[in-house]
Nanobody
């Protein structure tokens, strides 16, 4: 079971990006998937999570009002739509998953982590 985050890149302040978290090896049914980010020299920060079965979502902190999490059951993928990006959003963004109801963002719950994707927001 593997997770692969993609969709990062360089964007100007105020721009948008959509990150994808694709799963392979098994369906994401019964999993909660979360998006996290880590900027250089900073702690990992939880942003948003979604319980894949019913689509319930959680958005916290700086993700509120600007980011949207969604899922595509047919493609076994979770997305993070990011709008109104700011230079302080520059970080490596990773998706992770745990088997169980959610959505929660407690890091210790997450058993599966994908490789991150770099988002750079220029001023």
């Amino acid at each position: 079971f593997q997770l692969q985050a993609s969709g990062g890149g360089l964007v100007q302040t105020g721009g948008s990006l959509r990150l994808s978290c694709a799963a392979s090896g098994r369906t994401l049914d019964d999993f909660t998937i979360g998006w996290f980010r880590q900027a250089p020299g900073k702690e990992r920060e939880g942003l948003s999570s979604i319980y894949f079965n019913d689509g319930r979502t959680l958005l916290v902190g700086s993700a509120k009002g600007r980011f949207t999490i969604s899922r595509d059951k047919a493609n076994n993928t979770v997305y993070l739509e990011m709008n109104s990006l700011r230079p302080e959003d520059t970080a490596v963004y990773s998706c992770a998953a745990y088997l169980g109801r959610g959505p929660y963002l407690t890091t210790v719950l997450y058993d599966y982590w994908g490789q991150g994707t770099l988002v750079t927001v220029s001023s």
